[in-house]
């Protein structure tokens, strides 16, 4: 058979496609399609064309639908509905670890079926598209969404009405099927053209009984759909948008927006391509079983992007501008692609009708740039014109592939007190093959989890060169970390791990370091002091600058003792912002402690930091002041980590996903968002 | 191990949020084994004696004696959780905040000379700190339950603050707001009902009272442009949050502006 004849247009009548759903059964696919169910179209089990919403359509606009008569006896005479596909791919619940005991976890087999989505439009196939690209485009992949969607078969329909809402001419995702489908159906009155783009479809069209197609009835189609693209009830200027909404991060727009959002989270649920999902642990009364079940969530919702001590994203102007942001500009930097694929949906089931394409318009028409912004948009510039996603900084698998939604055993072998809320917690994977497999960069961090408690990532704080033995220095704030100080050794805990980007030692090899470390923040960057030490030759001058709120909070003394002491050593500098009249060291921010330096070759220092985002912040304004480059920077960012394999969507940061594209990041990667809040 | 003790206790209230502990009925007796349920005179008769790890409190402060009851239950409480609209905002009778509750008292009972209450219904954490809220009219048994769990456990309870909408969304309910007109407050309102009205093609009435980032005004606009008038609006508000602020600031504005 040629490709010639897979795409020679066919026809099918109504008992045809009766053909076609039994020739799916008889396949054993379950069929989905269109339904009349509470005042809407829906999708559903269909086996029979009378289930098909025969003379049925809709009317759309912000924040309405209505279901309509048609005056014909059409099938596909409405567009999309309030649910997309992704219910039935990405699913809004999924247990996706368990245990008995409390110590073996286990990943509950993903569920697998035979699907055939009937009536998908062009846009909803980009949609999954998409996802797929987010949740199996690597380095991981999401065992469940690929499981659901080993076995699909898209018999889609072009669109020949589109909505009030529609602007899928304008994202260049339809209304035509071009990419991805089985079959593509163009709905006349008396029947549809049926095209096959795959072998699998063109044997349906076969056993359905389908017959060439009138000349006339392909003429009639082409000419519908090509009618449908002027039709569109919404359009979205895409020319530069991307670096429009990039550099007006700060338009005042953001805020009117926000005064009529809701933060209900209704567009990204009802979007076919927002993906986020929260991991919810649940236990038993008694006993130690528990398991983590996965759940839809919203960029929308508080518990989103909040972390002890804050919430990276209070305001709902954050949370619109994080979301928009995402779909119409960081989504390509990304993933390459667009992250809105014009569907509408976002806009006709929001509660307030607040509507995308109107709200990307009045930004472009009213622009707002700082001096700041401008430079950003050069920097935004760079990274968008550059063809596909930028290379992310690196990243390193998990050692414990497998272990990358499920924890592993570890065993405590010691809690040690650091300070008065500040402990060291020391680890030895419990499996010999885990502790053979296991091992980590500097910088990089795991998730430590206590059955029925809950789960949070923690920097490793221990050499990379002990291989096994592992330690995690970490403040007691909430119900996990005070879990996990009240252990006892021989305890055993779940780990994953380990997750992130590392610092630079190998491209600093031959060059200065300056390391600037804030409170805890000096914790990650210790593997790497310790790997500095071990190969102190590689290095020309280091400088260690540690701020701690008072001396008592000071944390690893002996090694910051050892490490100055020793011949060819490093250079050690503290600070404390407040102290008793018993400490003759340095009072003052970290900052003060820039004062000192000497101007530095600045082309041959790496400079590394962690600590508190507006420590960073001043300190590295100093660095740059200090002729430092952006891309000898290294930041290590925190944000609300859950799954750190980069599919929760809870670490977005601009383009980035915290826990897998950082969170070491070069300042270059990251400087669009790093002076703003909100993000 | 000693189970921790339980109270279960009531201010004005209609018992139905602590009937929800006898709800549990597949889990009672291991509730029952995990936790000693000390006080709790809807199921057991025991006098009311010595300190609680955990206190259950529903109901809102209407009446002078409760004042004194509450200050002595908070004393003998380690951990006091108010569960419910009215223990949480005053429940549907603090509508009586906006009125003069006088007039109810001649207008309703025979005898007024016997009724010792007082002019507001308030919740519980207006006189006494608090350590958790359940929200609900009733409150939810799965809430319930991941309470007592994560106090077991010793961690913080999982019950996101998130809209109803959410929770409409995850089970695939059909916007009753955009595809019916129905003026529905799930938008602004606390999840955790699991979508119940509008999985009956109802509009929610916002029982669990105001999430937060609650933007009344936005969907009371919203309301307004459907063609109901302030008044209309309003009184959607007046229910059993109604002594929340969120929903009393807006029934507010609303009556303001009769237009």
Same mark, same amino acid.
């Given at each position: 058979m040629s490709a010639q004849d897979v795409q020679r247009p066919l026809w099918l009548d109504r008992a045809g496609l009766q053909g076609l759903l039994d020739a799916l059964a008889a396949r054993g696919y379950r069929t989905l399609g269109p339904r009349v169910r509470d005042d809407a179209i829906v999708?559903?089990?269909?086996? /029979?064309? #009378?289930?098909?919403?025969?003379?049925?359509?809709?009317?759309?606009?912000?924040?309405?639908?209505? !279901?309509?008569?048609?005056?014909?006896?059409?099938?596909?005479?409405?567009?999309?509905?309030?649910?997309?596909?992704?219910?039935?791919?990405?699913?809004?619940?999924?247990?996706?670890?368990?245990?008995?005991?409390?110590?073996?976890?286990?990943?509950?087999?993903?569920?697998?079926?035979?699907?055939?989505?009937?009536?998908?439009?062009?846009?909803?196939?980009?949609?999954?598209?998409?996802?797929?690209?987010?949740?199996?485009?690597?380095?991981?992949?999401?065992? /469940?969404?690929?499981?659901?969607?080993?076995?699909?078969?898209?018999? $889609?329909?072009?669109?020949?009405?589109p909505g009030g809402t529609c602007f899928c001419a304008s994202m260049n995702t339809g209304p035509r099927h071009r990419l991805g489908h089985d079959i593509a159906l163009t709905e006349l009155d008396d029947g549809f053209v049926a095209e096959a783009a795959t072998e699998s479809g063109r044997q349906l069209l076969a056993a359905a009984g389908a017959t060439p197609a009138p000349t006339s009835a392909v003429g009639s189609a082409t000419a519908a759909v090509d009618a449908a693209s002027g039709r569109m009830g919404r359009q979205l200027e895409l020319d530069g948008l991307a670096l429009v909404l990039a550099s007006n991060l700060d338009n005042p727009i953001w805020d009117e927006v926000a005064s009529r959002c809701l933060s209900c989270a209704n567009c990204t649920l009802a979007c076919p391509t927002c993906f986020c999902s929260t991991t919810v642990e649940t236990s038993e009364l008694s006993g130690p079983g528990?398991?983590?079940?996965?759940?839809? #969530?919203?960029?929308?919702?508080?518990?989103?992007?909040?972390?002890?001590?804050?919430?990276?994203?209070?305001?709902?102007?954050?949370?619109y501008r994080q979301w928009m942001t995402h779909k119409l500009s960081s989504w390509y930097e990304q993933f390459g692609t667009s992250g809105c694929v014009g569907c509408g949906r976002c806009?006709?089931?929001?509660?307030?009708?607040?509507?995308?394409?109107?709200?990307?318009?009045?930004?472009?028409?009213?622009?707002?740039?700082?001096?700041?912004?401008?430079?950003a948009r050069i920097q935004a510039n760079k990274l968008l014109?550059?063809?596909?996603?930028?290379?992310?900084?690196?990243?390193?698998?998990?050692?414990?592939?497998? $272990?990358?939604?499920? @924890?592993?055993?570890?065993?405590?072998?010691?809690?040690?007190?650091?300070?008065?809320?500040?402990?060291? !917690?020391?680890?030895?994977?419990?499996?010999?093959?885990d502790r053979q497999r296991f091992g980590f960069e500097p910088g990089q961090f795991n998730m430590l989890s206590l059955p029925g408690v809950g789960e949070c990532a923690i920097s490793i704080s221990s050499s990379p060169a002990n291989h096994g033995q592992l330690a995690h220095t970490i403040r007691a704030?909430?119900?996990?970390?005070?879990?996990?100080?009240?252990?006892?050794?021989?305890?055993?805990?779940?780990?994953?791990? @380990?997750?992130?980007?590392?610092?630079?030692?190998?491209?600093?090899?031959?060059?200065?370091?300056?390391?600037?470390?804030?409170?805890? $923040?000096?914790?990650?960057?210790?593997?790497?002091?310790?790997?500095?030490?071990?190969?102190r030759q590689a290095y020309g001058r280091v400088q260690l600058l540690y701020g701690a709120r008072t001396p008592e909070d000071?944390?690893?003394?002996? #090694?910051l003792l050892t490490w100055s002491a020793a011949a060819n050593g490093i250079e050690v500098q503290v600070t404390v912002d407040t102290a008793g009249p018993d400490w003759t060291g340095r009072v003052g921010v970290v900052t003060t402690l820039f004062k000192g330096l000497a101007p530095a070759p600045a082309a041959s220092t790496i400079a590394m930091l962690c600590g508190p985002e507006v420590m960073m912040r001043f300190s590295v304004r100093d660095l740059l002041k200090l002729g430092l480059a952006p891309r000898d920077i290294h930041v290590s960012m925190e944000r609300n980590m859950k799954c750190a394999i980069g599919f929760c969507g809870h670490c977005q940061y601009g383009p980035h996903f915290v826990c897998k594209d950082g969170p070491v990041f070069p300042l270059s990667a990251v400087e669009h968002t790093f002076w703003k809040e909100g993000i | 191990m000693t189970r921790p003790r339980l109270g279960v206790f009531k201010f004005a209230s209609c018992d139905g949020c602590q009937l929800t502990l006898l709800d549990c009925e597949d889990e009672l007796l291991a509730i029952d084994a995990a936790v000693d349920i000390a006080y709790f005179p809807e199921a057991r008769r025991l006098a009311l004696q010595g300190q609680f790890d955990v206190s259950i409190v529903e109901g809102s402060v209407s009446a002078p004696a409760q004042l004194q009851e509450l200050l002595d239950i908070r004393k003998r409480s380690r951990f006091l959780v108010s569960i419910g609209a009215c223990a949480t905002a005053g429940g549907i009778q603090a509508l009586r905040n906006l009125a003069d509750s006088d007039e109810f008292v001649r207008a309703v009972y025979a005898a007024p000379e016997y009724i010792r209450t007082l002019a507001t219904s308030t919740p519980i954490a207006a006189h006494v700190p608090v350590d958790f809220q359940l929200r609900g009219c009733p409150i939810s048994k799965t809430h319930l339950l991941e309470l007592i769990v994560s106090l077991l456990r010793g961690r913080r309870p999982q019950l996101p603050d998130e809209s109803v909408c959410v929770e409409c969304k995850r089970r695939g309910i059909v916007c009753v707001m955009v595809a019916r007109g129905e003026p529905c407050l799930g938008p602004i309102t606390h999840g955790g009902c699991g979508a119940l009205c509008p999985d009956f093609r109802r509009a929610c009435y916002g029982c669990f009272g105001p999430k937060e980032s609650c933007n009344t005004p936005a969907i009371a606009a919203r309301l307004r442009a459907q063609g109901r008038s302030g008044e209309q609006v309003a009184q959607l508000f007046e229910k059993f949050n109604v002594g929340s602020r969120p929903f009393k600031d807006e029934a507010a504005r609303q009556r303001g502006d009769r237009s």
């Amino acid at each position: 058979m040629s490709a010639q004849d897979v795409q020679r247009p066919l026809w099918l009548d109504r008992a045809g496609l009766q053909g076609l759903l039994d020739a799916l059964a008889a396949r054993g696919y379950r069929t989905l399609g269109p339904r009349v169910r509470d005042d809407a179209i829906v999708y559903d089990d269909v086996s /029979h064309v #009378d289930q098909l919403p025969e003379g049925w359509g809709d009317e759309q606009s912000p924040g309405r639908y209505r !279901l309509r008569r048609r005056a014909d006896t059409r099938l596909f005479g409405h567009v999309v509905g309030p649910h997309s596909w992704k219910r039935y791919l990405h699913q809004p619940e999924v247990t996706i670890a368990s245990t008995t005991d409390g110590v073996r976890w286990s990943a509950p087999e993903a569920s697998a079926e035979k699907l055939a989505l009937l009536g998908i439009r062009a846009c909803e196939l980009a949609a999954i598209r998409i996802q797929d690209r987010v949740l199996l485009g690597g380095p991981f992949t999401d065992p /469940h969404y690929r499981r659901r969607r080993e076995d699909v078969l898209f018999i $889609g329909v072009n669109c020949t009405e589109p909505g009030g809402t529609c602007f899928c001419a304008s994202m260049n995702t339809g209304p035509r099927h071009r990419l991805g489908h089985d079959i593509a159906l163009t709905e006349l009155d008396d029947g549809f053209v049926a095209e096959a783009a795959t072998e699998s479809g063109r044997q349906l069209l076969a056993a359905a009984g389908a017959t060439p197609a009138p000349t006339s009835a392909v003429g009639s189609a082409t000419a519908a759909v090509d009618a449908a693209s002027g039709r569109m009830g919404r359009q979205l200027e895409l020319d530069g948008l991307a670096l429009v909404l990039a550099s007006n991060l700060d338009n005042p727009i953001w805020d009117e927006v926000a005064s009529r959002c809701l933060s209900c989270a209704n567009c990204t649920l009802a979007c076919p391509t927002c993906f986020c999902s929260t991991t919810v642990e649940t236990s038993e009364l008694s006993g130690p079983g528990a398991s983590r079940v996965r759940k839809w #969530d919203s960029c929308f919702t508080a518990d989103f992007s909040r972390v002890h001590g804050g919430n990276f994203r209070p305001a709902t102007r954050d949370r619109y501008r994080q979301w928009m942001t995402h779909k119409l500009s960081s989504w390509y930097e990304q993933f390459g692609t667009s992250g809105c694929v014009g569907c509408g949906r976002c806009i006709t089931w929001c509660p307030t009708g607040i509507d995308i394409t109107r709200e990307a318009q009045r930004i472009r028409e009213a622009p707002m740039h700082d001096s700041r912004e401008t430079a950003a948009r050069i920097q935004a510039n760079k990274l968008l014109l550059a063809a596909g996603p930028t290379a992310p900084p690196p990243t390193c698998r998990p050692s414990l592939e497998d $272990g990358s939604m499920v @924890p592993v055993p570890a065993r405590v072998r010691a809690v040690n007190a650091e300070t008065a809320d500040t402990f060291t !917690l020391k680890l030895e994977l419990e499996n010999a093959a885990d502790r053979q497999r296991f091992g980590f960069e500097p910088g990089q961090f795991n998730m430590l989890s206590l059955p029925g408690v809950g789960e949070c990532a923690i920097s490793i704080s221990s050499s990379p060169a002990n291989h096994g033995q592992l330690a995690h220095t970490i403040r007691a704030v909430g119900s996990v970390t005070r879990a996990l100080q009240s252990l006892t050794t021989g305890s055993i805990i779940g780990l994953r791990g @380990p997750f992130g980007s590392s610092w630079p030692l190998e491209s600093a090899r031959g060059k200065d370091l300056l390391i600037v470390a804030g409170g805890i $923040g000096l914790a990650p960057l210790r593997p790497a002091l310790y790997s500095v030490m071990a190969d102190r030759q590689a290095y020309g001058r280091v400088q260690l600058l540690y701020g701690a709120r008072t001396p008592e909070d000071m944390l690893f003394a002996r #090694d910051l003792l050892t490490w100055s002491a020793a011949a060819n050593g490093i250079e050690v500098q503290v600070t404390v912002d407040t102290a008793g009249p018993d400490w003759t060291g340095r009072v003052g921010v970290v900052t003060t402690l820039f004062k000192g330096l000497a101007p530095a070759p600045a082309a041959s220092t790496i400079a590394m930091l962690c600590g508190p985002e507006v420590m960073m912040r001043f300190s590295v304004r100093d660095l740059l002041k200090l002729g430092l480059a952006p891309r000898d920077i290294h930041v290590s960012m925190e944000r609300n980590m859950k799954c750190a394999i980069g599919f929760c969507g809870h670490c977005q940061y601009g383009p980035h996903f915290v826990c897998k594209d950082g969170p070491v990041f070069p300042l270059s990667a990251v400087e669009h968002t790093f002076w703003k809040e909100g993000i | 191990m000693t189970r921790p003790r339980l109270g279960v206790f009531k201010f004005a209230s209609c018992d139905g949020c602590q009937l929800t502990l006898l709800d549990c009925e597949d889990e009672l007796l291991a509730i029952d084994a995990a936790v000693d349920i000390a006080y709790f005179p809807e199921a057991r008769r025991l006098a009311l004696q010595g300190q609680f790890d955990v206190s259950i409190v529903e109901g809102s402060v209407s009446a002078p004696a409760q004042l004194q009851e509450l200050l002595d239950i908070r004393k003998r409480s380690r951990f006091l959780v108010s569960i419910g609209a009215c223990a949480t905002a005053g429940g549907i009778q603090a509508l009586r905040n906006l009125a003069d509750s006088d007039e109810f008292v001649r207008a309703v009972y025979a005898a007024p000379e016997y009724i010792r209450t007082l002019a507001t219904s308030t919740p519980i954490a207006a006189h006494v700190p608090v350590d958790f809220q359940l929200r609900g009219c009733p409150i939810s048994k799965t809430h319930l339950l991941e309470l007592i769990v994560s106090l077991l456990r010793g961690r913080r309870p999982q019950l996101p603050d998130e809209s109803v909408c959410v929770e409409c969304k995850r089970r695939g309910i059909v916007c009753v707001m955009v595809a019916r007109g129905e003026p529905c407050l799930g938008p602004i309102t606390h999840g955790g009902c699991g979508a119940l009205c509008p999985d009956f093609r109802r509009a929610c009435y916002g029982c669990f009272g105001p999430k937060e980032s609650c933007n009344t005004p936005a969907i009371a606009a919203r309301l307004r442009a459907q063609g109901r008038s302030g008044e209309q609006v309003a009184q959607l508000f007046e229910k059993f949050n109604v002594g929340s602020r969120p929903f009393k600031d807006e029934a507010a504005r609303q009556r303001g502006d009769r237009s």
